[in-house]
């Protein structure tokens, strides 16, 4: 009997490790995860260069759900930066 307890426990385990590990995530994890950040400083977050082919609308949403204000042609540089190049960076800042 205890052997039986044993077995049904590890193949439980092994299912949680297969569906947790090894399943494809589902569709809104995979677009969260995907988003790139090219760097983040205390209130700010720099997605990319515009032009780029990232998926505005998705980082639109991540900004939206960090509480930011988006600007598609923002600085990609610190806050504090002296120098900076003027290039159309997208941003999430205000967070």
């Not at 049904?8 to 949680?16: D, K, Q, S, T």
């Not at 042609?73 to 002296?82: L, M, Q, R, S, V």
Request: with cysteine; hydrophobic share 40%; glycine share 8%.
């Amino acid at each position: 009997m205890k052997k039986v307890l044993f077995i049904i426990i590890i193949l439980v385990l092994i299912g949680f490790v297969v569906v947790k590990f090894f399943l494809p995530k589902d569709d809104k994890e995979t677009v969260e995860n995907s988003i790139p950040i090219m760097n983040q400083f205390d209130k700010k977050i720099v997605y990319g260069i515009s032009g780029s082919l990232l998926d505005l609308e998705a980082i639109r949403d991540d900004c939206n759900k960090r509480g930011g204000v988006f600007d598609e042609c923002g600085t990609k540089c610190a806050p504090n930066d002296k120098a900076c190049d003027t290039v159309c960076a997208l941003t999430c800042e205000g967070f």
